[in-house]
């Protein structure tokens, strides 16, 4: 069992810069992929980002050049840097941990609300 807690969401400027970050509740070592998801009103969650346990990462399309996942075992964390921020980007973004790529999440933040304004 995990506990992913996030923090950072808030409002920011078309063209600003956001950090996320997911604090886990035990040692992130052994969880091989750690990432982010996101979902506006009114449309499914997607993918925005993903790390593995090796560090490859993988990014949704309309992310990728912007936003820099990363990931610190250590500290047990995973953040997301979010630069040139558009007004699509607004939605709550939830961290996850799993398994495989492509499976469906273990464990699931509570989500952190992130609104750009045009």
């Known amino acids: 069992q995990v506990q992913l807690v996030e923090s950072g969401g808030g409002l920011v400027q078309a063209g600003g810069s956001l950090r996320l970050s997911c604090a886990a509740s035990?040692?992130?070592?052994?969880?091989?992929?750690m990432g982010w998801y996101r979902q506006a009103p009114g449309k499914q969650r997607e993918l925005v980002a993903g790390i593995s346990s090796g560090y490859t990462t993988n990014y949704a399309n309309s992310v990728k050049g912007r936003f820099t996942i990363s990931r610190d075992n250590a500290q047990n964390t995973v953040y997301l840097q979010m630069t040139s921020l558009r007004p699509e980007d607004t939605a709550v973004y939830y961290c996850f941990a799993g398994t495989t790529w492509g499976s469906t999440p273990d464990y699931w933040g509570q989500g952190t609300q992130v609104t750009v304004s045009s």
């Open positions: 035990r040692s992130t070592f052994s969880i091989n992929i």
